[in-house]
């Protein structure tokens, strides 16, 4: 059978653009989107393929070359970041609105009954504050029944956190909740995130769920 070897090639060269493309986007669909940080690897090794045949690349299709000649410019595609670091995101929250939904796709992590504390919501003069205002902070403190359960917590943390640093896991999820998510679980919350923040220097991503407030401790410089 006779091949038209100019018109063959011309038309493969379509074929492996595509080609490439669909691997880049099943690598990114995979590392990023799935958690699966292998597939990351191989993308720079795809970038510079797509840069060789951007080189010869012919004028059919202007616009989508010139994407992704911006794409193969980009920092974030140069240096790709294998080992993405741990976050861990601590919760507190309220037992009568549930229990936080986990966004990570891991299916939850620890959760922690605050309810056996001392609750200073039953006092009228604190219905106004949260386990971040000082009058409640007092409370916990002088009454004590939070320090043997924050040990204990961190105990059980701490293991999970050196773990999933040691084996290069990106999420963990901790969720404290108490009667209303207002007063023992948010103090709670808020000593374990700075706890592990300091301790451990990552991210940590703290949610009052009740009190629709977010903060983030920032991973320590390396």
Same mark, same amino acid.
């Given at each position: 059978m006779?091949v038209d070897?100019?018109?063959?090639?011309?038309?493969?060269?379509?074929?492996?653009?595509?080609r490439?493309?669909?691997?880049?986007?099943?690598y990114?669909?995979?590392?990023?989107?799935?958690?699966?940080?292998?597939?990351?690897?191989s993308i720079?090794f795809?970038?510079?393929?797509?840069r060789?045949?951007?080189?010869?690349a012919a004028?059919?299709?202007?616009?989508?070359?010139?994407?992704l000649h911006?794409?193969?410019e980009?920092?974030?595609?140069?240096?790709?970041?294998?080992?993405?670091?741990?976050?861990?995101?601590?919760?507190?929250?309220s037992?009568?609105k549930?229990?936080?939904?986990?966004?990570s796709g891991?299916?939850?992590?620890f959760?922690?009954?605050c309810?056996?504390?001392n609750n200073?919501?039953?006092?009228?003069?604190?219905?106004h504050?949260?386990?971040r205002d000082e009058?409640?902070?007092?409370?916990?403190?002088?009454?004590g029944?939070i320090?043997p359960?924050?040990?204990?917590?961190?105990?059980l943390?701490?293991a999970?956190?050196k773990?999933?640093k040691?084996?290069? %896991?990106?999420?963990?999820m901790?969720?404290?909740?108490c009667?209303?998510?207002?007063? !023992?679980?948010?103090?709670? *919350? =808020? #000593?374990?995130?700075?706890?592990i923040?300091e301790? %451990?220097g990552?991210e940590?991503?703290?949610i009052h769920r009740?009190q629709n407030?977010? !903060?983030?401790?920032?991973? *320590? =410089? #390396?």
């Amino acid at each position: 059978m006779p091949v038209d070897k100019p018109a063959f090639y011309a038309t493969l060269r379509h074929f492996v653009l595509f080609r490439t493309m669909q691997v880049l986007g099943a690598y990114g669909f995979r590392g990023y989107f799935e958690k699966k940080p292998h597939f990351l690897q191989s993308i720079p090794f795809a970038i510079e393929n797509l840069r060789r045949l951007l080189k010869d690349a012919a004028d059919d299709y202007p616009y989508l070359i010139e994407v992704l000649h911006e794409m193969t410019e980009m920092k974030q595609f140069k240096e790709v970041n294998v080992r993405r670091p741990l976050v861990v995101k601590v919760y507190s929250f309220s037992f009568k609105k549930g229990i936080p939904a986990d966004d990570s796709g891991n299916g939850g992590g620890f959760v922690f009954d605050c309810r056996a504390v001392n609750n200073p919501g039953k006092y009228e003069r604190y219905n106004h504050y949260t386990g971040r205002d000082e009058p409640v902070i007092k409370f916990l403190e002088d009454d004590g029944e939070i320090f043997p359960f924050l040990d204990a917590a961190y105990r059980l943390v701490d293991a999970s956190v050196k773990r999933y640093k040691d084996r290069g %896991f990106t999420s963990l999820m901790v969720s404290f909740g108490c009667t209303g998510g207002q007063h !023992r679980s948010v103090y709670a *919350a =808020e #000593k374990m995130a700075e706890h592990i923040n300091e301790k %451990f220097g990552v991210e940590v991503r703290l949610i009052h769920r009740e009190q629709n407030v977010e !903060r983030v401790l920032a991973e *320590a =410089e #390396k």
